[in-house]
T-cell receptor, first 116, second 108 residues
């Protein structure tokens, strides 16, 4: 079964440092998403990406965040200057194009980011 | 704004029991997902449904669009079913709106 792959699985970083979280979506998927889940809280939407541009973003996704699809396979989330409150599990997801209830999401296993 | 409410928040049961987790949402959706999150944190999609009922092994998901309600059932529950089960609805913009999850513990 095709998988969404995320690396690293766990990253510890100093406050103020830049981090890049990497995702390899399923190869024929065209919609990509980042979500985050702060420990003990709901999963929150960050950003969606289609056709090499952001299609929607939440209030959380401020100027400190950026996404990129640098080549045909990777989809990255960059946090420029990490804050303690950025500590969370970050999930990447991808979805095939098309409309209808059969086009579900596939999630990566997540990157646990700890900012110290 | 679409709210997704799950109940119960926590559920502890004995192995073999029939489990029901409920999800209610407030506005129209294009589909509803049931997802499983294991203690390590990874999320696995169990079902996506927009009407009726789906079954996979011991898991059954139903949805009633008129009542804006869905249920996830587990038959013959097993300790390995212990996880957080999350309901997420997909709105007309294909955005997922997440419930808070139900933490299920199955005791042997």
């Amino acid at each position: 079964e095709p998988e969404v792959t995320q690396t690293p699985s766990h990253q510890v970083t100093q406050m103020g440092q830049e981090v890049i979280l990497r995702c390899v979506p399923i190869s024929n998927h065209l919609y990509f998403y980042w979500y985050r889940q702060i420990l003990g809280q709901k999963v929150e939407f960050l950003v969606s990406f289609y056709n090499n541009e952001i299609s929607e973003k939440s209030e959380i996704f401020d100027d400190q965040f950026s996404v990129e699809r640098p080549d045909g396979s990777n989809f990255t989330l960059k946090i420029r200057s990490t804050k303690l409150e950025d500590s969370a599990m970050y999930f990447c997801a991808s979805r095939a194009t098309g409309y209808g209830s059969s086009y579900g999401y596939t999630f990566g296993s997540g990157t646990r980011l700890t900012v110290v | 704004k679409n709210e997704v409410e799950q109940s119960p928040q926590n559920l502890t049961a004995q192995e073999g029991e029939f489990i029901t987790i409920n999800c209610s949402y407030s506005v129209g959706i294009s589909a509803l997902h049931w997802l499983q999150q294991h203690p390590g944190g990874g999320i696995v999609s169990l079902f996506m449904l927009s009407s009726g009922k789906k079954k996979h092994g011991r898991l059954i998901a139903t949805i009633n669009i008129q009542e804006k309600h869905s249920s996830l059932h587990i038959t013959a529950s097993h300790p390995r079913d212990s996880a957080v089960y999350i309901c997420a609805v997909r709105d007309s913009n294909y955005q997922l709106i997440w419930g808070a999850g139900t933490k299920l513990i199955i005791k042997p």
